[in-house]
Structures are given as structure tokens and as C-alpha cells.
């Protein structure tokens, strides 16, 4: 075992950590339910942060919509004011953007949010919302339809934008009814899409009024190109990308919905301060945010950095670049006083998923893992692995061995799907390898093809978000204990991109997520290849193959055009029992035959917040499914200066 383990170990031996099992029973319920509005619980009255007052400013009351959403929080009742520290990794989880629909704390359901209500019509091929009225943007313009109708026509359906038009809304129409009022069109069946435009908060909705005088559709080019030159950037799509992101100075002149509004944009920091404009009160009908203003700082690619400044208290949330390995140094800064440690669960249902590629170039490497189709090579490295091992060794013993398939949470998940061939039986996994004709022909204790060449397997991955590279250092462990020559290589993003999308590579891992019952109609990159990706290895010539209907890639055999079509149902059933039936034919060949094969997951993530915040839930789920943070109401936390160390 190498040295990094060992290490682990006396960490998980001799650390202190307490970690909540998943319970969302301390959550406000109306963090479940679609928000009650003002009238609905009876507030009559609104109250702004005293920073507000004297500033040249309508009143409170005209600032509002019509009828304010009202935001509970996990506790009480917060208080106005302070200054927050959080990275630009975690500032999106300090003040997410905000949409028409949200997502549920419990991930089962879509929710109003900008929206006043949402409903599909009976064929699935039409989704109407209508927006609550008087909700306004930063600078104090209304919101309309055409706010949602420019970012779909003008960002998802742009060519120049998206060279290829995203599956999700291939061939969809919007429909503006009136300002407050649009219904997108399918020509197919899309029941959920209510799910997908939920999930892609960030990218439905831009301020028209804003950015009409950055895109060619309402601006002559030359104009515009002259402002690109101007703006030193290549294109005029890197220039709309650029203030989208706050990603340069003149983050400070786009209109916003979300709570907190840009002010100043550096290279080393972004300020921003509370949105006057903002459309939520708390139960007391006070405008939310509480905070008043944010530091964004700006430190790249240094999460050891971030680690030290959450351990110390220099920071007021930090989650995005926490590992489970950096629990005992956060928990040992609990215990002096300088932060608390709540410890959240990944929505990852497995932390680490080792792919296979199906499609590989080397014939023969590729009969071995698809094994004409049946399963014995896959099954014997599944049964080599031990994962009650890897789970006290990694995770203190809080995660949960399983196979990839959905998440706990959903209304498809057996418990048989997610513990099939999990059994540690590393002499069942000789016999399958024996049987397959793969022995140890020169008697170094590795395995050679039954043509005496090498075996070797080399699994080239990012050692990014989740224990990646110290799962694997297991896993070639225990693959060489029944003869199995792993090789692991750790690269960049960069090049994992070019070698997954090229097919170059003979395996790789990354973290299940998408398995929530929000994402996984819309985005089943475990369960059937409908789709190339660079996170991918199994399948992505037949992904080509299917997404361009036979024009590229490669044509997948029968078993796969079954799980395909299975996918299509899922995606276009309007009734809960042909969908339900569609997801558990998924789950039940993934579960057979193990496309993906998993390790540990549910497991336990580190959310470090300063003393002096409060209102965070200390029982969260983790992931991008749900936004990481949004189900949670971040505008709802709030800082107290008497506790600050």
C-alpha cells in the first residue's frame, strides 16, 4: 500500500469527525412545496437594509414585485449588514443565479421561482410559464418574456453561439404570449423539460435591454465588430460570454437578477453589493439579501490556498475546492474556535466510476471489456475491488459502496441496482479471469492476453472534485492482487478533452452525478450512449452515432439500440408509468451488465462557513443536480459580527 494511503489511514484513524447522515427532516418545509408569496402569508409591510436609506432609490415597496416570493430560512430571522469573503469558485454558491423554475431541497420536483406558474400540455410538447409580476433587474427595468425568449433564440438557438444546436432544445419554438407570458414548443414530446430549464439556471434568461447592443441580431455587425476590436476580444461571442460571466471590468454594468449586483471587477477581486431590485422577503417581509455586500477573491488554481484560509476563518463559505480528505484540518480549526464544519453528502452516487471504453481502437482490448456482450472481464474486476475498505480508509467509514445507478433520493433507486456484483470475492475473480483464458504466462503475477502478449490497462483521469487519485492508487492495488497490470495516469483537463473525444483512451473515471430523478431523463450519460463527451470513455462513437442519427460514429449492436430507444422513452413518456418502466429497463441492464463500474459514494463533503455566518443547513446535498446551494436559499444567511473570532 503506498505511502499517501498509509497516511490516509492514521488521518480517518485519529481525526474527530461527526457527519450527519442525510436528513432533511430539520429543513423548513416550505423548502419542498412551491414558495407562498406576501398576500398568501399575509404581509403587509416591507423593510429594506438601513444601507438602502438615503440612496436615490423608489421605495422598497415599488422595488418589489407585485407580490414579494417569500424565502425561509434554515433557522431565524437574520439581521441586515456585514461584508462576506468567499472565492470566485464559491461566490455562484453564495449567490446562485436565479430562473424561472428551481429545484426542491428534496430533488425530487421542479418549483416556481421567477416563475408564477408553470404547466405541460398533454402532448409533452409544450411548456408554458408565466413570470410573477413587477419583478425587476438590477438597474430597475422590468422583466418580461422577451428577457427569456432573447437568451433561447439569441444564445441556445444562435448558430454562431452554439455551432451545435444542444439536443435538449433541437427544434423547439419560443412563443412570447405577452410580457409576462411564453410557452417553448417542441416538435416531439418533452414532458420534463421543466426539469433540464430548472437545472440550466445560468443561461436562460439575460436582460434584453442590456444585451441587444452585443449581438448581431439587433446591432449592425461592423458597429459591433469595431466594439470587439475595441474591447480587445476575438469575437463578438467571447465579448456577450465575457459580461455574462463577470469575467472582465464592465461586469459592473450588467443588470442582474440574482441577490448580489457587480460594483467593481479586478484581476484580483470582484465586489459586489446587495441587488436594491431584488424579488424576496423573508417571513417578516423583509428584502432580502441580508448581507450587504460581497468580496470575491480571486485565487486560481489554488485550492490548498483556499483549504488554509477556510481552516482558519478567512473565509465566510468555501466548499467548491474541499475534498473529503480536508475534513481533520477544517475540524481541527473548528475546534480552535476560527470556523464550523458542516459536512454535507455528494450527490454523487458513486465518488469514483470507472469507464471502460466499448468503442476502442484495439480490437482486442475491446472484445475483452465488451466481451461479445457478455460480462465476466468487467464482473471480475467489480468483484476485485474492496470497498469497505476504500470507505474507511477515504471516507471514515460514512460513504456507501455501490455500482452506478440512481440517486437515493429518487423514485426509481433499488437497493439491488446499487449492490450488484459488489461483493468483495477476489477468488471469484480469478475464476472469471481464468475462464476468459488470461493467465500469468511469464510468472510475473500479471495476466497476458490468450495470445501471450501484455495485458495492460491504462486509465488516464482528472484528480478533480472527488478522492480520484487516491481510489484509484486502491484500485490498481487490488487489480494486481488477481493479476491485473493497471497503469494510472493523472492528466489535465485539456488533454483528457482531446483524448476522450478522439478515442484514444482505454479507460477513465470521473463522479456519477446526473442520476437524480431533475437531471436523469435529460442527461443519462451512465445508462445508454446518447452523447460524446470529454468526461466520457465508454461509448462515444456510438453517442456520435446516435446523436447524429447514423451520419457519425459507429453503429452500436442490438443491446445498445434497445437501452437507446429506452432512453427515448423515458425522455418523451407523458404518463409516470411508461417513464417509470423506461428508467428501471436502464437501470436494471446497467446493474446486469456494469457499463460503468462503481466504488463508494453518497459521501460526506465538507462545507466550511466563518463563525460569524449563519442560517447555512449543516445537512445538505452537494452536487450540481440541485445547484449545489440553491435549494438551501443562500439569501437567507446572514452575518453576525459578535460571533467573529
Not at 436594491?276 to 460581497?294: C, E, I, R, T
Not at 474541499?322 to 458542516?342: D, F, M, R, S, Y
Not at 481502437?361 to 469497505?388: C, M, P, Q, T
Not at 452500436?556 to 423515458?570: F, K, S, T
Request: with cysteine; glycine share 6%; proline share 7%.
Amino acid at each position: 500500500m503506498k505511502l499517501s494511503v498509509l497516511i490516509w489511514v492514521g488521518l480517518a484513524m485519529n481525526a474527530t469527525v461527526c457527519i450527519a447522515e442525510e436528513d432533511t427532516s430539520g429543513m423548513p418545509p416550505e423548502w419542498f412545496v412551491p414558495p407562498k408569496t406576501a398576500s398568501e402569508i399575509g404581509i403587509t409591510q416591507f423593510s429594506q437594509s438601513p444601507i438602502l436609506d438615503g440612496q436615490d432609490l423608489p421605495p422598497v415597496e415599488e422595488r418589489l414585485p407585485d407580490d414579494p416570493v417569500v424565502s425561509h430560512p434554515y433557522e431565524s430571522i437574520g439581521k441586515y449588514g456585514g461584508k462576506a469573503r468567499v472565492t470566485l469558485f464559491d461566490h455562484r454558491r453564495f449567490l446562485p443565479h436565479e430562473h424561472a423554475l428551481t429545484i426542491s431541497a428534496d430533488l425530487r420536483n421542479v418549483l416556481p421561482n421567477i416563475a408564477e406558474s408553470w404547466s405541460v400540455s398533454e402532448d409533452g410538447r409544450t411548456t408554458t410559464i408565466r413570470i410573477r409580476p413587477g419583478i425587476k433587474w438590477s438597474d430597475g427595468h422590468p422583466l418580461t418574456s422577451n428577457d427569456f425568449m432573447f437568451s433561447f433564440n439569441h444564445d441556445w438557438l444562435d448558430p454562431e453561439m452554439q455551432p451545435l444546436t444542444n439536443v435538449a432544445v433541437r427544434g423547439a419554438k419560443f412563443v412570447v404570449i405577452d410580457d409576462l407570458n411564453f410557452q417553448i414548443v417542441f416538435p416531439r414530446p418533452n414532458p420534463t423539460f421543466a426539469n433540464y430549464y430548472a437545472f440550466y439556471a445560468s443561461r436562460w434568461v439575460d436582460p434584453m435591454h442590456f444585451f441587444k447592443d452585443y449581438h448581431p441580431a439587433y446591432r449592425d455587425r461592423e458597429e459591433l465588430n469595431a466594439l470587439v476590436k475595441e474591447k480587445n476580444h476575438v469575437t463578438w461571442m467571447a465579448m456577450f460570454s465575457q459580461l455574462r460571466s463577470w469575467g472582465n471590468e464592465d461586469a459592473a454594468k450588467v443588470p442582474t437578477l440574482r441577490s448580489f449586483k457587480v460594483v467593481q471587477r479586478t484581476p484580483t477581486k470582484l465586489r459586489l453589493e446587495r441587488n436594491p431590485y431584488y424579488f424576496k422577503v423573508d417571513p417578516a417581509g423583509n428584502q432580502l439579501p441580508y448581507v450587504d455586500a460581497v468580496d470575491v477573491i480571486i485565487v486560481l488554481e489554488n485550492s490548498q490556498m483556499i483549504t488554509f484560509q477556510a481552516a482558519t476563518g478567512q473565509l465566510d463559505f468555501t466548499s467548491f475546492t474541499l475534498e473529503t480528505q480536508n475534513i481533520p484540518l477544517l475540524k481541527l480549526g473548528e475546534t480552535k474556535g476560527a470556523n464550523k464544519v458542516h459536512i454535507w453528502r455528494r450527490i454523487h452516487v458513486v465518488d469514483v466510476a470507472i469507464q471502460p471504453n466499448y468503442n476502442f481502437d484495439d480490437l482486442k482490448y475491446r472484445d475483452l471489456v465488451w466481451g461479445k456482450g457478455e460480462r465476466r472481464f468487467i464482473r471480475a474486476l467489480s468483484h476485485a475491488i474492496d470497498r469497505d475498505q476504500m470507505n474507511e480508509v477515504i471516507y471514515f467509514g460514512r460513504g456507501t459502496p455501490s455500482q452506478v445507478t440512481a440517486h437515493w433520493s429518487s423514485r426509481w433507486y433499488e437497493e439491488r441496482f446499487a449492490k450488484s456484483h459488489i461483493r468483495y470475492d477476489p477468488d471469484y475473480s480469478r475464476e472469471l479471469l481464468d475462464e476468459l483464458g488470461l493467465f500469468d504466462v511469464d510468472g510475473d503475477g500479471l495476466r497476458e492476453y490468450p495470445d501471450g502478449s501484455k495485458l495492460i490497462i491504462t486509465l488516464e483521469f482528472i484528480d478533480f472534485e472527488t478522492p480520484k487519485g487516491i481510489s484509484l492508487e486502491l484500485v490498481r492495488d487490488y487489480w494486481r492482487e488477481v493479476g491485473i497490470d493497471l497503469r494510472l495516469k493523472s492528466i489535465e483537463r485539456r488533454l483528457q478533452a482531446e483524448r476522450a473525444m478522439s478515442n484514444k483512451m482505454q479507460m477513465t473515471a470521473w463522479h456519477a452525478d446526473k442520476v437524480t430523478d431533475i437531471l436523469f431523463p435529460h442527461w443519462p450519460d451512465w445508462f445508454y450512449p446518447h452523447r460524446a463527451g470529454w468526461d466520457m470513455t465508454m461509448w462515444n462513437h456510438w453517442g456520435r452515432y446516435h446523436q447524429s442519427g447514423g451520419e457519425l460514429g459507429e453503429e452500436p449492436p442490438e443491446l445498445i439500440r434497445n437501452m437507446q430507444d429506452w432512453g427515448g422513452q423515458l425522455l418523451t413518456a407523458t404518463d409516470e408509468e411508461s417513464r417509470t418502466k423506461a428508467a428501471k429497463a436502464l437501470l436494471r441492464a446497467h446493474a446486469d451488465n456494469l457499463w460503468a463500474i462503481g466504488t463508494v459514494g453518497n459521501a460526506p463533503h465538507p462545507v466550511a462557513v466563518s463563525r460569524r455566518l449563519k442560517n447555512v443547513v449543516p445537512n445538505g446535498i452537494w452536487g450540481a443536480d440541485n445547484r449545489w446551494t440553491t435549494p438551501y436559499h443562500p439569501a437567507t444567511w446572514y452575518i453576525d459580527e459578535s460571533d467573529e473570532q
